[in-house]
């Protein structure tokens, strides 16, 4: 996965900088910002696992939040070079989640979901003012969720670090040269590998024996994008 991110930024390096009178510059270039609204749905181990930690003598559960449906704005810069887009997105949403294995009323509470991504994509039909895009991502995550650590202490705060591989779908629809509209389907297949709290710090989850946490996205967005 190093590579595959040293490869991207070194081809994005030879774009910014190669020469207006080059043969590279009869590839069109042209850059864009959107705002999306995506509605996420997910699934799997944070929902089926228990997660148990124990330092300095300390035994301590981690009740992992049960919120299936998600609703947050995506923020997306990037580069367009002919049929190609190459991309970096940021996501952040809070609210209320619900955390079963909790008794009331410590079941709901404060959750911080944060996502930066780059992406890759293939534009169909390119240069319609129509185009269908088919790609591959790459991203960081990390979720925080108030007060849902026990141990004998008390209750406090935890935080989930992961990673996810990404299939990207969007179709772009230009009302004019520099202003359009943007839909997509994102699957995300995202792996918690460590885990942080007070009293036990940061835990990655092999150290300890443990396998990760796998969890999948599936965010559908609609949103507007200008291009210049």
Same mark, same amino acid.
């Given at each position: 996965?190093?590579?595959?991110?040293?490869?991207?930024?070194?081809?994005?390096?030879?774009?910014?900088?190669?020469?207006?009178?080059?043969?590279?510059?009869?590839?069109?270039?042209?850059?864009?910002?959107?705002? $999306?609204?995506?509605? *996420?749905?997910?699934?799997?181990?944070?929902?089926?696992?228990?997660?148990?930690?124990?330092?300095?003598?300390?035994?301590?559960?981690? =009740?992992?939040?049960?919120?299936?449906?998600?609703?947050?704005?995506?923020?997306?810069?990037?580069?367009?070079?002919?049929?190609?887009?190459?991309?970096?997105?940021?996501?952040?949403?809070?609210?209320?989640?619900?955390?079963?294995?909790?008794?009331?009323?410590?079941?709901?509470?404060?959750?911080?979901?944060?996502?930066?991504?780059?992406?890759?994509?293939?534009?169909?039909?390119?240069?319609?003012?129509?185009?269908?895009?088919?790609?591959?991502?790459? $991203?960081?995550?990390?979720?925080?969720?108030?007060?849902?650590?026990?141990?004998?202490?008390?209750?406090?705060?935890?935080?989930?670090?992961?990673?996810?591989?990404?299939?990207?779908?969007?179709?772009?629809?230009?009302?004019?040269?520099?202003?359009?509209?943007?839909?997509?389907?994102?699957?995300?297949?995202?792996?918690?590998?460590?885990? =942080?709290?007070?009293?036990?710090?940061?835990?990655?989850? =092999?150290?300890?024996?443990?396998?990760?946490?796998?969890?999948?996205? *599936?965010?559908?967005?609609?949103?507007?994008?200008?291009?210049?």
């Amino acid at each position: 996965m190093k590579k595959f991110l040293l490869a991207l930024a070194l081809l994005c390096s030879a774009i910014f900088a190669q020469p207006e009178d080059s043969d590279f510059s009869y590839w069109p270039r042209s850059y864009f910002a959107s705002v $999306s609204f995506s509605v *996420i749905a997910n699934r799997g181990d944070l929902f089926t696992r228990d997660m148990f930690l124990k330092d300095d003598g300390i035994e301590e559960t981690v =009740h992992l939040p049960n919120t299936k449906v998600l609703v947050s704005p995506d923020y997306s810069v990037g580069v367009n070079i002919r049929e190609f887009t190459f991309a970096a997105s940021f996501q952040y949403w809070s609210m209320q989640g619900s955390i079963p294995s909790l008794p009331e009323p410590l079941n709901e509470q404060d959750m911080r979901y944060w996502r930066f991504g780059i992406e890759a994509t293939y534009n169909f039909f390119y240069p319609e003012f129509f185009q269908v895009g088919l790609g591959l991502g790459y $991203s960081f995550s990390k979720l925080t969720t108030e007060n849902n650590v026990s141990n004998i202490n008390g209750f406090f705060n935890s935080e989930l670090n992961g990673s996810a591989i990404a299939l990207v779908t969007q179709i772009r629809y230009f009302i004019t040269d520099n202003f359009g509209l943007v839909s997509s389907l994102r699957i995300y297949e995202n792996w918690y590998k460590s885990v =942080h709290t007070k009293n036990s710090g940061t835990v990655d989850f =092999h150290d300890v024996g443990d396998s990760y946490y796998w969890q999948t996205y *599936i965010a559908m967005s609609i949103g507007a994008m200008v291009q210049f």
